[in-house]
Nanobody, 124 residues
Framework: QVQLVESGGGFVQAGGSLRLSCAASGRTYSVYDMGWFRQAPGKEREFVAAISWSGTNTHYADSVKGRFSISRVNGKNTVYLQMNSLKPEDTAVYSC?????????????????WGQGTQVTVSS
């Protein structure tokens, strides 16, 4: 079992930055691939970024490529999502997820554990 808790969301103006954190508890966190997904009101859950258990491989949605960066510190059981050049369309609830052998999948069904999410609001 892995428990995930996100933090770092908030309100920011367009062009600003936020860094989300996802703290994991439970055993063997370091063997899990990690992903970030987001869901805006009235829309389906959307893949944002993923990182392999080793941190070697990353994968981004086209909509955030070049603006967002995912990283992890296994010694701290934490994964981060650095979000720069934020746009109003980035407004959503952001959730982190953990899974094994996901191959950095962009499919939410590939992940087994989920956090509650943190709200990100970007004003124009």
């Amino acid at each position: 079992q892995v428990q995930l808790v996100e933090s770092g969301g908030g309100f920011v103006q367009a062009g600003g930055s936020l860094r989300l954190s996802c703290a994991a508890s439970g055993r063997t966190y370091s063997v899990y691939d990690m992903g970030w997904f987001r869901q805006a009101p009235g829309k389906e859950r959307e893949f944002v970024a993923a990182i392999s258990w080793s941190g070697t491989n990353t994968h981004y949605a086209d909509s955030v490529k070049g603006r967002f960066s995912i990283s992890r510190v296994n010694g701290k059981n934490t994964v981060y999502l650095q979000m720069n050049s934020l746009k109003p369309e980035d407004t959503a609830v952001y959730s982190c997820a953990a899974g094994t052998n996901t191959y950095n999948s962009n499919k939410y069904l590939a992940y087994d554990y989920w956090g509650q999410g943190t709200q990100v609001t970007v004003s124009s």
